[in-house]
């Protein structure tokens, strides 16, 4: 029983580590590559408190290179969604019912066994895995996951602190219940905080949950399930298995008990299974709570006062940084006319000098693009963007899969502002750049907000101050994370809170308080110290 009012630490941001030659950080990450690929891991699923393997296995194998591999997980089916959601429910009253600084300790202990003994072994699985490079491997799989755990207690901790206020002879008190029922994680591929954040949140507000993560990214998805382990998650809070998607979705989504979803993937997807809880709400004991952030067309738009250099860096790295394998990722630019030669060979520039290759060469800026159907999809939006007379590639434009998935960093200038490479989603290294005449910066900016269905990050580039103020006014809706003068990606939790509206998500904002408090259930308590006796008001009194 809780007998004080605890204050939690207070989070800061995880310092990032730079892996430069002759650094610690640099020889032990080295040191745990070696180790991972040096074995052939076995990994199961973990249903309540059994390590579950099927027998089915499928093998994990580097995007970089697919003939190597990294171990086997056991494929599950719909037997063992059923038996992931009987685990959850039958570990919700315990879980629910303890007291919340409980809860908190086990997650600022996962991230200071991340921050510590994990560090090296979850970026190392992560650089394998998903083919990231160091860099980008410490910015999400340590870093930022380190700060879900530790700014989201925080974000509890407050929530739980906001009460109403009281008049005299009563007192207003406010419970934040966990959702009735059990809750269901669909994770990306793409950053291993997100796999780690979406079951967590819902988790540490005293639900239990169902977490399907995408096959590409299990690798590193074991090892956060480890390390929530030995931090002291109990059986059956978090019950993680691979299964297909319509095999997990005919479960859970028919399901009386199913209280929420916690998505990040494509659009299709997510709407799709919108559709289906629609369909289904007759049978849900409650309205389930239906989170997501799904795809991004995102923008930079530069001004005609803007810096050349400083646009080419922008573009550089929010186009080509994990092979644009980010939902927020630089995927189209307008650039005005009297800047356009020279941000055009600053570029060009920029790409000869990135080397291309495995993960584990510290040296390789690109690395492969996630599997084979992201390849052929890829490849097929630039040979499509090869064959339209109006387009021409100045950089990249080659691929080859023999040994790993890797597409050369690609720049496609159009004539067409609304040209198949501006409008639809491509997740890989292709950025399409439309030049518009410098003095039609106003139009450019309709132009912009009215060319993607979505809106997820965007940019502006700009030294006129009154520029910045136009775009961002025009741009309200465009873009849920909008940057000034940045790259529109990197954004660091507890800084940028982030999510997207329209076409990419329901913006609730991962990384914010917004986001805990979709998985609670609100109750207000009212208590009267005296009770009245009598049902008559003074108003009935006679003169």
């Known amino acids: 029983m809780a007998n004080g009012f605890f204050k939690v630490p207070h989070p800061k941001n995880e310092p990032v580590l730079s892996y430069a030659p002759g650094t610690k950080e640099r020889k032990l990450l080295q040191q745990a590559l070696a180790e991972a690929r040096a074995n052939v891991y076995d990994i199961p699923m973990y249903i309540g408190g059994e390590e579950v393997r099927t027998g089915n296995k499928k093998i994990m194998s580097p995007p970089h290179d697919h003939q190597h591999v990294l171990g086997h997980f056991h494929q599950g089916d719909k037997t063992h969604v059923e038996q992931a959601i009987n685990a959850a429910l039958g570990a919700k009253e315990m879980w629910s019912n303890l007291d919340w600084e409980y809860r908190a300790s086990i997650f600022l202990k996962a991230a200071d066994l991340l921050a510590g003994p994990y560090r090296y072994i979850?970026?190392?699985?992560t650089m394998l895995g998903q083919s990231k490079n160091a860099y980008q491997a410490e910015i999400d799989s340590a870093c930022e996951l380190i700060d879900f755990l530790r700014f989201n207690v925080y974000f509890m901790s407050e929530l739980y602190a906001e009460q109403p206020e009281s008049?005299?002879?009563m007192w207003n008190r406010m419970e934040y219940r966990p959702l009735e029922g059990f809750t269901f994680a669909v994770t990306p591929f793409n950053f291993t905080a997100i796999a780690g954040n979406l079951p967590?949140?819902?988790?540490?507000?005293?639900?239990?949950?169902v977490w399907k993560p995408a096959n590409s990214q299990i690798y590193a998805a074991n090892i956060i399930m480890k390390i929530l382990k030995e931090a002291g998650l109990p059986d059956g809070v978090i019950n993680l298995v691979y299964v297909s998607g319509p095999d997990a979705g005919d479960v859970v989504f028919n399901h009386s008990d199913f209280a929420g979803l916690h998505f990040t993937g494509s659009?299709?997807?997510?709407?799709?299974?919108?559709?289906?809880?629609?369909?289904?709400?007759?049978?849900?004991?409650?309205?389930?709570?239906?989170?997501?952030?799904?795809?991004?067309?995102d923008f930079v738009i530069a001004h005609k006062s803007a810096n050349a250099k400083q646009v080419a860096t922008a573009l550089s790295r929010g186009a080509f940084e994990y092979q644009g394998q980010k939902c927020s990722a630089a995927s189209r630019a307008y650039i005005p006319s009297n800047i356009w030669s020279e941000v055009k060979q600053?570029?060009?520039?920029?790409?000869?000098t990135?080397?291309?290759?495995?993960?584990e060469d510290f040296g390789n800026f690109i690395n492969a693009v996630i599997d084979a159907k992201a390849f052929q999809s890829i490849t097929e939006y630039i040979d499509k963007a090869k064959q339209n007379p109006l387009n021409e590639i100045i950089a990249g434009g080659k691929y080859?899969?023999?040994k790993g998935y890797f597409v050369e960093p690609t720049i496609i200038v159009t004539k067409d502002p609304l040209s198949l490479t501006m409008c639809e989603e491509i997740f890989g290294p292709v950025l399409t750049i439309y030049e518009y005449h410098a003095e039609n910066f106003e139009q450019t900016l309709e132009l912009v907000d009215g060319t993607s269905p979505y809106a997820l990050t965007g940019s502006i580039m700009a030294q006129d101050r009154y520029a910045i103020e136009l775009a961002t006014k025009k741009l309200t809706h465009a873009a849920g994370n909008f940057?000034?003068?940045?790259?529109?990606?990197?954004?660091?939790?507890?800084?940028?809170?982030?999510?997207g509206a329209r076409g990419s998500g329901t913006n609730d904002k991962a990384g914010a308080k917004a986001n805990i408090m979709r998985w609670v259930s609100m109750r207000t308590i009212k208590e009267t110290f005296v009770t009245p006796i009598d049902y008559r008001y003074p108003f009935l009194d006679k003169e």
Do not use: C
């Open 122 to 125: 979850m970026n190392a699985a």
């Open 167 to 169: 008049l005299p002879g």
């Open 200 to 209: 967590t949140s819902m988790a540490m507000m005293g639900n239990t949950v």
């Open 267 to 297: 659009t299709g997807v997510f709407q799709n299974m919108w559709k289906t809880i629609g369909n289904n709400i007759h049978r849900y004991k409650s309205y389930p709570r239906i989170v997501g952030e799904t795809g991004g067309k």
């Open 346 to 352: 600053h570029l060009i520039d920029d790409i000869k």
């Open 354 to 359: 990135m080397k291309m290759g495995g993960t």
């Open 400 to 402: 080859d899969k023999s």
């Open 483 to 499: 940057y000034i003068n940045d790259k529109p990606t990197g954004a660091v939790v507890g800084q940028q809170p982030f999510g």
